[in-house]
């Protein structure tokens, strides 16, 4: 139902998994502000992409996307176009200056002033707020859920980021590390679950290195996960990102402990190469990073684990990249997620290493990694056949109207018969077939 008195605002996301987090606390600042979402662009009266900037392809598709606005704007001069997010951050005033159609740039902490930047606009002049905060978290902000199973929600539980690896621009554009309060944490978790959600993920770039003290009290991840783990046995519990340099086993004990906190652990480990893991200043050796997956397999037997794996970063080598695909082989990673490296203005590397690796290069290697994945990743499903997981209900199978789909504990998708199951139920499906990206079962008996 629209609502005719209400302006529309229509938003898009680019980016990970925080900024759609992000886009739902904007929608949340401006409903209150008398807005409305609106699927239909043309019917917009505010355009926001919310931007990312990690690769220099991914600002590139959002320069694709202003070129589509400019258009709807022709036709619709009234239209407020705004840019918000990560690359609102990195260019600033440069967005209003080279994209004349852009009116609203508003950088990731400073999304509270969004109504005001509005009301500048509507009295016919630009607006900019790019300050970064070390403060804001957002916590007491309730995400207006824009997905659409209502079954797994995201909540951010950190913003920022003080890792400075050398090729990353997210601390350029996302600021220092903060965590956020562990009560308003839990708090958002249990009005997700009484509104029937089965599932969240909590959220930051680094969650091993979260911590919130008050008083003498100190709360770190593993205690974080397991209070909200508390909130309900029927809700279950991802997290990302971990950071090798940080995760630790109280973290896989604290997995262990409890059925709901699903066992997954997106562990990027960026290169398999010392030498190169060094120059990227991601603080840790192959064998530490070995050292680790060995504790998951130890402690956590049926954890999924998965990767990011970047390359061509400067300097690197065949025998670099050898060890890049070594170490994929010995970790048997059941996803992974690869990269050709993207020099970015402002970081370590762009300012000190040359980007020196030809692009054929990097695209042949990447070509490597992603078949020595694709291999991987059927071996992983392979090795499911036979096996019974419980599975959370997502939706019908795009393919067939008499098939569910849903993931396991282990983030894998799940294809079965659908019988009188749900979307929100929790079913036991054993493995029977599998194709390149799911698995296919049948009820367990
Ligand atoms: N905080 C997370 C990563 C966030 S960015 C972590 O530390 O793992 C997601 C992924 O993008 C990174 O893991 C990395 O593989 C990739 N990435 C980041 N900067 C990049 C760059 N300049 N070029 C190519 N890939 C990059
Ligand atoms: Fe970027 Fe490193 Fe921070 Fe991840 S940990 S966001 S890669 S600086
Ligand atoms: Fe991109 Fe910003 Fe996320 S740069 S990856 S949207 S933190």
New binding site residues.
């Given amino acids: 139902m629209t609502d005719s008195t209400k302006l529309k605002l229509y938003i898009e996301t680019y980016g990970?998994q925080m900024n759609v987090s992000d886009s739902e606390i904007v929608v949340s600042i401006l409903e209150n502000k008398g807005y409305e979402v609106t699927e239909d662009i043309n019917n917009a009266d505010t355009i926001l992409v919310n931007t990312c900037s990690?690769?220099e392809n991914a600002e590139q598709r959002v320069w694709g996307r202003l070129d589509v606005f400019k258009q709807i704007k022709k036709k619709k001069p009234e239209t407020i176009v705004g840019v918000i997010g990560c690359m609102a951050e990195r260019l600033k005033e440069k967005l209003l200056e080279e994209e004349k159609i852009v009116d609203l740039v508003v950088g990731p902490d400073a999304y509270r002033d969004l109504p005001n930047l509005l009301e500048t606009i509507e009295s016919g002049h630009k607006a900019i707020n790019v300050l970064l905060s070390k403060e804001e978290t957002y916590a007491d902000i309730s995400p207006v859920r824009l997905d659409k199973n209502r079954i797994s929600a995201f909540v951010s539980i950190m913003r920022g980021?003080n890792?400075m690896?050398s090729?990353?621009?997210?601390p350029y554009v996302r600021g220092g590390e903060r965590s956020r309060d562990p009560q308003s944490i839990v708090r958002e978790v249990e009005d997700l679950f009484a509104k029937g959600y089965k599932e969240v993920t909590l959220l930051g770039?680094?969650v091993d290195s979260y911590i919130w003290n008050k008083g003498n009290e100190t709360v770190k991840f593993n205690q974080l996960l397991e209070m909200v783990a508390k909130v309900n046995p029927q809700l279950r519990v991802r997290f990302s990102?971990s950071?090798p340099k940080d995760m630790s086993d109280d973290v896989l004990y604290t997995m262990a402990m409890y059925n709901n906190i699903c066992n997954h652990i997106?562990l990027?480990a960026?290169s398999g190469s010392t030498r190169v893991l060094e120059k990227m200043n991601r603080k840790y050796t192959r064998e530490w990073y070995e050292g680790r997956i060995n504790a998951i397999k130890k402690i956590l037997p049926d954890c999924a684990i998965s990767t990011?794996?970047?390359t061509g970063f400067p300097g690197e080598t065949d025998d670099d990249h050898k060890d890049t695909l070594s170490l994929m082989e010995w970790v048997n990673y059941d996803i992974a997620?690869m990269?050709?490296?993207?020099?970015?203005p402002k970081?370590y590397?762009s300012r000190h290493l040359k980007d020196d690796v030809p692009n054929s290069v990097k695209s042949a290697r990447l070509t490597e990694i992603i078949d020595l994945q694709n291999k991987l990743s059927e071996k992983s499903k392979k090795d499911d056949l036979g096996k019974t997981f419980e599975v959370l209900v997502e939706g019908v199978s795009k393919k067939s109207k008499d098939h569910l789909f849903g993931r396991n504990s282990q983030n894998k998708v799940v294809v079965f018969p659908k019988h009188n199951y749900k979307v929100g139920d929790y079913v036991f499906v054993e493995i029977v077939d599998c194709t390149s990206a799911t698995l296919i079962g049948d009820i367990a008996v």
């Fill in positions: 990970c990690i690769r980021c890792n690896c090729y990353c621009i997210v770039q680094n990102t950071h997106h990027p960026q990011d794996i970047m997620y990269f050709k490296y993207s020099e970015r970081t590397a």
